[in-house]
């Protein structure tokens, strides 16, 4: 038995690529247009990116201390797409829907400890 297939779903090639493209734009905009802790996690990594690259310390560690700011914005935006899903779903209040919502703030939380221990090793390390 064939399985059913999106119409959203992309076909294939060069248009896959625009298509893949504009959807990632999309998503950009509208993460920054709804979602408040997105707009401050971008902030934090645009400061933290002049601060990276301003440091005396090695290319690789600059890469690295930005690269666990974009982690951040990386979980911000499933965490985001998630609260999307259970808001579609039903605005009811469910405790699966709390629990959802709840994990996917808790792992907000973790990517924000995992990018805030970087820098104090980097940073430590580089000055102590």
Do not use: C
């Not at 493209?21 to 408040?36: L, M, Q």
């Not at 990594?45 to 601060?51: D, K, M, S």
Request: net charge positive; aromatic share 10%.
């Amino acid at each position: 038995m064939e399985q059913p297939v999106s119409e959203f779903k992309s076909k294939g090639g060069l248009g896959r690529v625009a298509g893949a493209f504009r959807n990632t734009v999309d998503g950009f905009k509208a993460a920054w247009r709804h979602e408040h802790a997105f707009r401050q996690e971008v902030v934090v990594v645009l400061i933290g990116t002049i601060a990276a690259l301003l440091l005396p310390i090695s290319a690789f560690q600059k890469a690295f201390l930005i690269s666990v700011l974009l982690f951040v914005l990386t979980v911000e935006l499933i965490n985001s797409a998630i609260e999307a899903i259970v808001d579609r779903i039903s605005l009811e209040r469910h405790p699966l829907s709390k629990n959802a919502k709840d994990l996917g703030s808790a792992a907000v939380a973790v990517a924000i400890a995992i990018a805030a221990i970087s820098w104090i090793v980097v940073l430590f390390n580089r000055f102590y």
